[in-house]
């Protein structure tokens, strides 16, 4: 999908395009019945409902399988034969993402939940910002070793890491960050930046908001739904941060940049 | 973590120690209700415990919290106003996760569901899968455009990918794999091998091992309960693919390997 965006490299600002990879919610129902919802690339959707199903165990055989369709651009209902409901598991009303962030939202309604609102940041200047990869990376103990972990960090206006976590599932990483600052009286994080050391999918926006952050900043590639909804609520978003600079998806002023004609 | 493996460099192998990330299941309980189990790295569990409370919208204000406090080695219990617990949101009963494997399981208990049998594989020959990155990368046609996606595929013994599938949340790619292999008739998979792209947690290894394959190939790191996982369940498990080899952390056997002494 393509999206505008700032390309900001060696201090110079340009306006141009670049393609982002599409991530919508896909509800998934079991005879007509709504029991997930996850956070996918569309394409292949019977499919990926199908391999869900069996690596849950809900599906055992390939003969209990009625039929498998796409019965709206966003959802799957999948026909299985009455012994597969009759043997539960799909009850257990699960809800699949590619983190946790819209665990438990019934319906593709509910996805967008409302959050905390981005208060203004200080005026930032972006140059701040390019040292951070390097100084996540050292700060990240765990990594050094392992090589993986994600890392999360709540940085200062200035551009200084004032909390690091590190985890294996990059939401749990954030959600460390920000309960610390819960635990110390910090939130809502208004005028504070979101690091993350991977990528910026909808889940680490939507969290970032609900937190009051004014931007997230993120290593890896932003995600279709990711730079919707941070254009949307007024978060800033930059992905590929590196030393000579970022490219930015929403809000460029949160980052001290002009936006494009 | 320290674990033991088998490196594979060169057409070398040597016996040694790795160090990997820990994941472990964190229950979470509201009022001493579990409401929600995640995948994630010990340490700031009560931080994580609220974080999460917070970017749901089930906690709101630092003054609904009574206390946090880390009750077991893994769980977390979260006292909050009677209000809280009034305004609802947390009987979604949803489940956390760093992917979807322990969605919808309401214990700790019931993390190592059982999956299907990992059938023997045909006698492999290491050296045809080290190619194995690049044809996936060059098979890779929206990570091309956008750096923002992660790729799962079928491996025959040869070391041919036979389905490729890119999706934004890593078990997504898996899932639409398998459900290939199930719409296609081939489900068991056995003998055959899961490659991923990224890292290979828990849930990738669940997954393997319900579709039955024999072996998990992943780019990126194992952590330690994949690792334990596929050593118990008999998964040959390698990570750390490269052109020049790999290091193996289970059943080295399943990729032709002979073990530790």
């Known amino acids: 999908m393509s999206v505008e965006r700032v390309s900001w490299r060696n201090a110079e600002s340009s306006f141009d395009r670049d393609d982002v990879a599409v ?18 690339t569309p394409g292949d959707d019977e499919a990926l409902a199908l391999g869900f199903l069996w690596g849950e ?10 039929s498998v369709e796409q019965v709206a651009e966003n959802a799957v209902n999948a026909q299985v034969a009455a012994a597969v409901l009759e043997r539960g598991g799909w009850q257990r ?16 309604s509910m996805i967008r939940a409302p959050g905390g609102v981005v208060a203004a940041a200080s005026p930032l200047r972006p140059e701040m910002l390019l040292p951070l990869p ?32 590190e985890d294996v599932g990059r939401h749990n990483a954030v959600d460390k960050v920000v309960g610390r600052a819960l635990l110390d009286g910090s939130l809502p994080l208004g005028g504070q930046l979101l690091f993350v ?16 952050f004014a931007a997230l900043l993120a290593v890896g590639a932003p995600s279709s739904l ?8 007024g978060l800033g978003l930059a992905g590929f941060l590196r030393a000579d600079g970022m490219n930015v998806y929403a ?3 949160r980052f001290g940049l002009r936006g494009g004609a």
């Open 197 to 212: 050391s991977g990528r910026a999918g909808f889940e680490l926006v939507q969290k970032a908001i609900a937190a009051g």
């Open 251 to 253: 809000h460029p002023e």
């Open 57 to 66: 165990g809900i599906l055992t055989r390939r003969a209990e399988l009625i």
């Open 226 to 233: 990711a730079v919707s909804l941070a254009q949307e609520r």
């Open 23 to 40: 991530e919508e919610p896909l509800e998934l129902r079991l005879n007509g019945k709504a029991i997930s919802v996850t956070l996918r």
């Open 134 to 165: 390097a100084k996540a990376r050292a700060a990240q103990e765990i990594f050094a070793r392992t090589g993986g972990l994600h890392a999360a960090a709540w940085v200062d206006p200035e551009g200084e890491i004032r909390c690091l976590r």
């Open 93 to 108: 009303n699960f809800y699949a993402t590619s983190s946790c962030g819209v665990c438990g939202k019934a319906s593709l």
